[in-house]
């Protein structure tokens, strides 16, 4: 009978079964780190390109509202020509052309709308925490709940003006305007060409009432103008943070 010796396999020390432990940790270790950076690095190129886009927004903003106003300016004028031609002429039932053109110019103005597709994305999106710094994070979100305030206003604002319309309606008469209705052919404006020699009636006994809805307006354009300007300092403070924290040009 043969005896066969059986082969024995060494057994491994425990430094060895440590050092793979070790390589294994330092293996998932490195790939959570790299991980952990590409997800940063992605982050920040966003980030980057958030505040690309919003300094692309805010740069229209204050284009936008400094174009708009002189034409606040003009509707105040507007409104103190129109006080001063009833000043000097009480008890007139007749208004030359040129004042009524005034009148209808107290009616109108420029209301403003925002660009506001990259604060909505960062609001919607879930972006305002990739914003890392967080004096431009808080000067966004203030610069955000100024527009708001204003856009919140703004629909009272616009319904004083149709009031405004409706008032002028009613006190001028139609009659002596019938030819200037008749050949208006430019229907962007919403007022007839009128001669300053053309004579139109007014309705005294609804004058009062129109002129102190005037005063209103006059005081509500002057503080929607220190608002919307108080708003575009805003704007261009921001436009030079954004620029200096992220170096941008």
């Known amino acids: 009978m043969e005896v066969h010796a059986h082969s024995h396999t060494p057994r491994k020390k425990w430094t060895h079964y440590l050092w793979e432990f070790l390589m294994l940790f330092l293996a998932v270790f490195c790939g959570f780190l790299a991980e952990y950076k590409l997800e940063h690095m992605i982050e920040h ?7 690309h886009s919003f300094l692309y927004d805010l740069t229209n903003d204050t284009a936008n509202l400094n174009e708009g106003f002189p034409r606040k300016d003009a509707r105040i004028k507007a409104i103190d020509s129109v006080f001063l031609y009833f000043e000097k002429n009480p008890g ?21 709308r925002r660009n506001s597709t990259t604060i ?22 203030f610069y955000d709940l100024q ?7 703004l629909e009272a604002y616009v319904r004083n003006q149709e009031t ?14 019938l030819p200037a209705f008749r050949n208006h052919n430019t229907l962007t404006a919403l007022s ?16 009062n009432n129109y ?14 103008k220190r608002g919307y300007e108080a708003l575009e300092k805003n704007a261009e403070r921001l436009i030079d943070l954004i620029k200096k924290e992220y170096h941008l040009k």
């Open 92 to 112: 007139v039932t007749k208004i030359p052309g040129a004042i009524y053109r005034q009148m209808q110019r107290t009616n109108w103005d420029r209301t403003y």
């Open 147 to 153: 527009w708001q305030r204003a856009e919140y206003w």
């Open 120 to 141: 909505d994305q960062l609001r919607n999106a879930g972006g305002m925490r990739l914003i890392r710094k967080k004096n431009v994070a808080d000067s966004i979100a």
């Open 164 to 177: 405004g319309r409706e008032y002028l309606v009613n006190i001028i008469e139609a009659q002596e305007l």
């Open 211 to 224: 002129l102190n809805f005037l005063f209103i307006q006059k005081v509500a354009t002057g503080q929607d």
């Open 45 to 51: 190129q966003r980030e980057n390109q958030y505040m």
């Open 192 to 207: 007839p060409a009128t001669t300053d020699s053309l004579s139109i009636s007014v309705n005294r006994t609804k004058l």
